[in-house]
């Protein structure tokens, strides 16, 4: 009897808290997703057999037993989330090139944005390759302009054909980073590379295509017809999601003074542009008593709000910040249709589920995030002080201020840990910047650029379109300016791989739990933050190419050269939270020697990396007294006994980092997860530096 109460306590636990459940079902469609992304064998189709009848037998014992029903539903959830993560990834499975290709490229453009080097980019589609099969061929290729082409205006719908060098693209940078080759497979991006010739027009956008994309082009080139400068390509990009015409200083200034949300098209972008419509439409209607004695100009307000978010979606390119606007925008005025409490956690709930049954892979993604954590935040914590603070203690006429004040506060800290994780750095006058722009974005410059798209017909749109520009200028001269302060960016070291699911996890526990169970998520939050500070870094990293190699040194990590290698570089840094340039970093003590022949003291260990012309002809010499050696090239005879890396195995393993265990050296692998987007798995070894690094001294 004793046994039987302790195995359904749980259960009736979950049966009184069933007016609280629902928004668990979008978390553990996420547990589910992370599942899935979290194995490194490809699952089969006995693991999609296997969560189909857990699936049908949660069903089954959801409706059979009322007791069981919150546990059947939660099993329902999860094993959605894998079947969902599986059937999105084989429905996108595309080809990427499995080899550096240099020739002739044709395609249709289909997005133009710019890289981090300020470069024009072309994503294109249609891809024609020579000598390349169809079937072999990517459907989307992205290609930096590395010289300018006056000549030619890019618009979506046009076929052009250039010269490129094209690769598939690039995994880690280091074990555990951010994994390009995985985001660039959910895109169907199956190749990206450069060009320094001309691209040449072959056709004109055909009659009808890409109606959407060209509209968008459109709008933002007549926008910055009528304003000037970066003030200009700030409010297109805001308005039209097409950021083309800013420049990466703009763009790096924004995200120093934690603005880069503004620019992106959000939630925020979104409610400000259908508040607007939607208020001017209620109480304009209102004004009219004919029509206000004969309709709800609430509801006829609320249909038409919602057909301008939909096509604010997909004029800005649905990305995933902005679909998750919507299905809340929608949820919001569907609410005010059927005379029902809109903004709930149940709202974010629903948005949260369809956005990850409909596109897994957004749970990786940085927008994601950091766009539900903020929401999330803002609903419980404006939810909390309803009562006490809004009714009670702040006088109506501070209301405006201190809802600017608190919403600021509450996205800012709800979203810096996932800022902090992703981005290796926390803003810290973020909160200033955001205090002194948001109002000039919601109140400027989103209701003026709706404006000017109803007086664009009659040839009336410059005056709005003169007062976005001047709002964006404030922007964009705040953006500069906190950017500009001292140490208005601190560095952060990256978090181990557990740190945001525990972290996650434990925060959505105290957020969505009731009762004396609700401040055990306190735990794995402050794991999850112990974790993070306790986090280690690699004693030395090998790129992909192993032409850059950065050693930990009692200065931050010392890199092998000064220039090339400038993406590993710059992310190997910041993962260890340390925000200084490739040039200063190859100054610091750790590498000695020519720039082709550069030894260092790996734990004690003596060690070189050869590179340049000619680097494989100095093998023999310097394996006679180094302990390990790092080849930039391929090794034809490698001497016996020679510990050796070269560019063969690092082509098998990608980058490498090793790590002080002990008396011992751990080589880690970045390649050797065998998944969808993965590279065709090859056999590889590696040098066995075990018992060969003494202890190191104190530094």
């Not at 200033?432 to 109002?439: E, R, S, Y």
């Not at 890199?559 to 840094?573: I, Q, R, V």
Request: aromatic share 8%; net charge neutral.
């Amino acid at each position: 009897m004793a046994v039987e109460r302790a195995l359904l306590a749980p259960l009736e636990l979950l049966q009184s808290a069933r007016g609280m459940l629902f928004p668990w079902i979008a978390v553990l469609v996420g547990c589910g997703i992370g599942a899935w992304f979290s194995v490194r064998i490809e699952p089969g189709a006995g693991s999609y057999s296997l969560a189909a009848l857990v699936l049908a037998g949660g069903l089954a014992l959801a409706a059979r037993l009322e007791l069981a029903r919150p546990l059947g539903l939660a099993v329902v959830a999860l094993a959605a989330g894998w079947i969902a993560a599986g059937i999105r990834a084989h429905s996108l499975d595309a080809p990427m090139l499995n080899f550096r290709y240099y020739g002739p490229v044709e395609g249709r453009i289909v997005e133009i944005d710019r890289s981090q080097s300020d470069a024009l980019r072309l994503t294109l589609d249609q891809v024609v390759l020579q000598e390349v099969a169809p079937a072999k061929t990517p459907l989307r290729v992205r290609v930096s302009l590395q010289e300018a082409q006056d000549w030619l205006q890019p618009t979506p719908g046009q076929v052009v054909i250039l010269t490129a060098n094209l690769a598939a693209p690039e995994g880690p940078v280091e074990p555990g980073a951010f994994d390009f080759r995985r985001m660039a497979f959910f895109d169907q991006l199956g190749a990206v590379g450069y060009t320094r010739t001309s691209v040449l027009l072959l056709e004109e956008p055909a009659e009808g295509a890409l109606p959407i994309d060209r509209l968008r082009s459109w709008l933002t080139q007549g926008m910055l017809a009528h304003m000037d400068g970066q003030a200009g390509a700030f409010a297109a990009g805001a308005m039209t999601g097409d950021r083309s015409a800013i420049t990466e200083e703009t763009v790096q200034a924004l995200r120093d003074s934690s603005l880069a949300h503004l620019l992106a098209i959000s939630g925020m972008n979104m409610a400000f542009l259908t508040g607007f419509v939607f208020a001017l439409l209620r109480y304009g209607l209102a004004l009219v008593p004919y029509v206000a004695l004969r309709l709800n100009s609430k509801k006829v307000a609320a249909v038409i709000s919602l057909g301008v978010a939909l096509f604010y979606l997909l004029l800005s390119g649905a990305n995933v910040a902005t679909e998750r606007a919507f299905i809340m925008i929608a949820v919001f005025l569907g609410a005010v249709l059927l005379d029902r409490r809109s903004l709930t956690l149940r709202s974010v709930a629903v948005a949260g589920t369809l956005l990850l049954l409909a596109k897994p892979e957004s749970l990786l993604e940085p927008g994601f995030q950091m766009s539900f954590a903020a929401t999330i935040a803002l609903i419980t914590g404006f939810a909390a002080l309803d009562g006490s603070i809004y009714r009670e203690r702040v006088p109506r006429w501070l209301m405006p201020v201190f809802t600017l004040v608190l919403s600021s506060l509450i996205g800012g800290l709800s979203t810096a840990p996932y800022a902090a994780a992703h981005f290796n750095r926390f803003t810290d006058y973020g909160l200033l910047a955001n205090l002194l722009t948001v109002p000039v974005m919601g109140a400027v410059i989103m209701p003026a650029g709706a404006v000017a798209a109803l007086l664009a017909p009659f040839g009336l749109a410059g005056l709005p379109l003169w007062v976005m520009e001047q709002g964006a200028r404030w922007i964009l001269f705040v953006a500069h300016w906190t950017a500009g302060l001292d140490g208005s960016v601190t560095a952060i070291p990256a978090p181990g791989p557990w740190v945001l699911p525990m972290f996650t996890l434990g925060a959505l526990w105290l957020i969505l739990w009731r009762g004396r169970m609700q401040l055990a998520g306190a735990l794995p939050v402050l794991a999850a933050l112990g974790l993070w500070l306790a986090a280690d870094r690699p004693l030395l990293l090998v790129s992909g190419d192993g032409r850059l190699l950065g050693l930990e040194g009692p200065e931050g990590r010392a890199l092998s050269a000064a220039k090339g290698g400038g993406f590993a570089a710059e992310n190997w840094l910041q993962n260890d939270g340390d925000l200084t340039e490739q040039a200063l970093a190859a100054e610091r003590p750790g590498f000695d020697g020519p720039k082709g022949e550069r030894w260092f003291d790996l734990a004690g260990l003596r060690a070189v990396t050869l590179s340049g012309k000619g680097a494989e002809t100095k093998l023999a010499e310097v394996c006679r007294s180094a302990g390990l050696v790092v080849l930039a090239a391929e090794a034809g005879a490698a001497p016996e006994n020679c510990p050796l890396i070269d560019a063969k195995t690092l082509s098998a393993t990608g980058a490498l980092a090793l790590w002080q265990e002990g008396d011992s050296l751990r080589i880690e692998a970045t390649k050797g997860a065998q998944r969808l987007w993965s590279p065709s798995a090859r056999a590889f070894s590696l040098p066995d530096l075990s018992g060969k690094a003494p202890e190191l001294a104190t530094q």
